[in-house]
C-alpha cells in the first residue's frame, strides 16, 4: 500500500488531513491520482454533474492606496495624477450596464484611501442597494475595512457592525496573499500580519457576515507557508463557521515591484496541486473555486477535476490583474459552454451558493464580452 493510498482510506473513514501529509501531498503525491482523491471528496459534497458560477460586476470604487504592496500594480500613491474616487453616484451609473447584462452581485473593492471619510462608505452602501435593491454587495476586504477603522478613528468591530446595519451581509476574502509573517513582511509589509486578516475576519464572522477566503502563491512563499496558509484557514473556521467559499489563484508577474525576485509564473500543475490539497485540507470551508480568469480555460477545466466545484464569476469590468498586464475575457454562455465541455453541467448561483438556474444547452454566441475574475485585490 502506498503512502497516497494510506491517506486516502483515513480519508474515506473520516480522519482529518494533517499538516504533515498535506505537505507531502502538496510536494510528492502523483498528481493524476491526487486529483482524483479530491474530486471523490468534492462529489461527496456536492451534486458530481454540476458545477456553479455567478455573474457580477467588480468596479473598483478607488485605485489610491497608501499600502504600497510589491505585487500590485492596480494601486497609485495618495496625491498621484492618475489616482482616482467614484462617487457613489457614478458607481451606480457605471454599474448599471452590467446590472442590465445580468449580473446578480457587485463584487466591490478599492485601495485603501486615507483622503476618504467614513461617511463615503455608508453613501456607497446606501446607494448601491438602493439603486438596485435586488443586487447582492459583497465588498470590502479585510485590509480595506482595517484600513476604513484606521482612517475613521474607529474599531474593526465599530466600522463592520455599522455596515452590516447598512444592509452588507458578505465580505470577499482578498487581502489574505500567504498567511505567514514572513511572507508578508517581504511582498505588503504594510498590509498587516496574518493575524490581523485573520481577526478581521473572525469578528465579521462574529458579527453574522459570511465570507470567502482567499490565497495568492507563486511568488517568495515556501510549500510550508501554503500549508500554514490552510491551517489557519481551517483553525478559524472550526472556531467560527463563518467561511462559505476558498479561492487560491497565482501571482501573475506583469508590471509589479514583485515580479523581479520571481523567475517565472507558477503553471497549471502547481494549480491543480493546490486545488486539491485545498479540498482535502479544507474539511469545514464548503466550496472551492477554481478560476477560467487567473489560470487559463483548460486549467480551470482541469481544475473541476481537481476538487473545484465553482468556476467563479463572469466579473464586468475587472481591472487590477489587467493592470498588471493580465487580460481576459468570456461571455456568461461561453462559461457555461466551457463548463459543460469540462463534463458538468452549469448552475448559475448567488453569492452565497444558492442556486438561481440551471443553464440551458444553447449557447449564445453574439454576447459583448465579459472581464471576468475572482476575488483578487485588496
Known amino acids: 500500500m502506498t503512502y497516497l493510498d494510506t491517506i486516502a482510506n483515513e480519508l474515506r473513514s ?17 498528481l493524476l491520482p491526487l486529483g482524483a482523491l479530491a474530486h471523490e471528496d468534492r462529489c461527496r459534497r456536492h451534486p458530481a454533474d454540476r458545477v456553479t458560477f455567478v455573474v457580477d460586476a467588480n468596479p473598483n470604487y478607488t ?11 492596480f494601486y497609485r500613491p495618495p496625491g498621484h495624477a492618475e489616482g482616482y474616487v467614484h462617487t457613489p ?7 448599471r450596464p452590467s446590472i442590465e447584462r445580468g449580473a446578480t452581485r457587485l463584487l466591490l473593492q478599492g485601495g485603501h484611501n486615507p483622503e476618504l471619510p467614513f461617511s463615503y462608505y455608508l453613501d ?11 443586487t447582492e454587495l459583497h465588498m470590502f476586504s479585510p485590509s480595506e475595512i482595517r484600513a476604513i ?10 466600522v463592520l457592525r455599522r455596515f452590516h ?25 504594510l498590509k498587516g500580519a496574518p493575524d490581523d486578516w485573520l481577526d478581521v475576519m473572525r469578528t465579521a464572522h462574529q458579527v453574522g457576515y459570511r ?27 472550526d472556531e467560527t463557521g463563518g467561511f462559505f467559499a476558498f479561492i487560491p489563484w497565482s501571482f501573475k508577474r506583469g508590471e509589479t515591484p514583485l515580479s523581479s525576485a520571481v523567475e517565472q509564473d507558477a503553471g497549471p500543475g ?23 480568469f487567473s489560470e487559463g480555460e483548460k486549467a480551470g477545466q482541469l481544475g473541476l477535476h481537481f476538487g473545484a466545484d465553482d468556476f467563479g464569476g463572469t466579473l464586468l469590468e475587472e481591472n487590477v490583474l489587467r493592470a498588471a498586464g493580465h487580460e481576459n475575457a468570456t461571455t456568461e454562455g461561453r462559461v457555461a459552454q466551457v463548463i459543460r465541455d469540462a463534463g458538468f453541467t452549469p448552475v448559475r448561483r448567488n453569492t452565497l451558493y444558492e442556486a438561481l438556474d440551471i443553464q440551458p444547452s444553447t449557447v449564445a454566441t453574439q454576447e459583448a464580452p465579459l472581464g471576468g475574475a475572482s476575488e483578487v485585490h485588496a
Open 149 to 158: 477603522a484606521r482612517f475613521s478613528d474607529l474599531s474593526v468591530r465599530d
Open 124 to 134: 456607497l452602501i446606501e446607494a448601491l442597494r438602493g439603486a438596485y435593491p435586488e
Open 14 to 30: 473520516g480522519r482529518r488531513l494533517d499538516p504533515r501529509d498535506a505537505l507531502w501531498l502538496l510536494n510528492d503525491a502523483p
Open 270 to 292: 502547481r494549480y491543480l496541486r493546490i486545488l486539491a490539497v485545498s479540498r482535502l485540507y479544507l474539511d469545514n470551508i464548503p466550496h472551492v473555486q477554481c478560476s477560467w
Open 89 to 95: 453616484e457614478d458607481l451606480v451609473k457605471r454599474v
Open 63 to 73: 485605485n489610491v492606496c497608501d499600502t504600497y504592496c510589491t505585487f500590485c500594480a
Open 165 to 189: 446595519d447598512a444592509g452588507l451581509r458578505t465580505i470577499p476574502g482578498g487581502g489574505a496573499e500567504i498567511l505567514s509573517d514572513r511572507v508578508r513582511k517581504r511582498i505588503s509589509p
Open 211 to 237: 465570507t470567502t477566503a482567499t490565497m495568492m502563491y507563486g511568488h517568495v512563499e515556501e510549500p510550508e507557508d501554503v500549508i500554514d496558509h490552510l491551517v489557519r484557514l481551517r483553525d478559524l473556521q
